[in-house]
């Protein structure tokens, strides 16, 4: 895990935003997100507590208004193409019901962030 999060902050200070706040907001999406990781990719059948505490708080986020959920979305999609991660759709779909969290962001491997 501390090799992603090295990862993570080298990718945000090489392809980040030149907006530190928009940098630093990727940088809590992604860290709140990795939790979920070894879920969504298949490794483990179900979600994590902590992987589901995590949907909640980025959900909050996203539920806060303005462009937090295309924001989210966006720093996903990002971070999920650069190290090429390779989402499972059927577990993608799965994540709300398993942790009983309505995702006001979109995950998938075909993230639109626009809508």
């Avoid at 505490?53 to 979305?73: D, F």
Wanted: neutral net charge; aromatic residues 10%.
């Amino acid at each position: 895990m501390a090799q992603l999060f090295a990862c993570v902050s080298i990718f945000l200070l090489v392809c980040g935003s030149a907006n530190a706040q928009a940098t630093q907001f990727c940088a809590y999406a992604w860290n709140e997100f990795s939790n979920c990781l070894r879920f969504v990719t298949g490794l483990y059948s179900d979600p994590s507590a902590q992987c589901c505490e995590s949907m909640r708080t980025l959900n909050m986020k996203a539920k806060s208004g303005g462009v937090a959920p295309r924001n989210i979305c966006q720093c996903i999609e990002d971070m999920a193409s650069v190290y090429g991660i390779p989402f499972v759709a059927s577990i993608i779909q799965d994540l709300p019901m398993k942790c009983n969290e309505h995702l006001s962001f979109p995950i998938s491997n075909s993230m639109n962030c626009t809508q």
